[in-house]
């Protein structure tokens, strides 16, 4: 699997999949959550809804994974995954690196190929950015997944230059 990165907006992926830094409610958010219900219109939101009254009443877990329809953006796929909140009293790592897993499990299982991430839990969920690239890239490089690309799509200069520091240590 080829890993790339990205400075940009993930709502304007052509990829199978984006995956959306959601928070348990599933109801939309700030950030990337924002930006793709946004961007995606209301069909989103809807299945959204229709997870929480059925599979996810108590909303989805931290680190978990589930997939909608993209509505109108380019992508065909919205995976959506809970990051955990940093907490620097609790080492909460084998939950963000679940949320890479799981997500690429849900992928294999839309036989999505190319998937674009946005670095999850490092915006209000306040994870350290090099950390949270370190999680994600190595996550991801050591998964057993029928994806092809992991694309990140990082969100402004220095989250693209820690990615890319990361990835250049991690080879
Ligand atoms: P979380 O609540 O999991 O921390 P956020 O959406 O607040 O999620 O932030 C996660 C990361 O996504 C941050 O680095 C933020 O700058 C970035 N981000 C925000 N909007 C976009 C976007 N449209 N495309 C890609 N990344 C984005």
Redesign the pocket.
Known sequence: MEITLVQ????EQRVDAVVN???SSLLG????????HRRGGPEILAECRALRADRYAGGLPAGQAVATTAGRLPARWVIHT??P?YAKSEDRSHLLTSCYAESLKVADSLAARVVAF??????????P?DD?ARIALATVRAAGTRVTEARF????AE?YRVFSDVLARLD
């Open positions: 940009g907006d993930i709502t830094a959601a928070n958010g700030g950030g990337v959550d924002g930006a793709i809970v990051g909140v946005p670095a999850v839990s490092a915006g209000v969920y306040g994870w950015m949270a799509v990082l969100f402004g989250a």
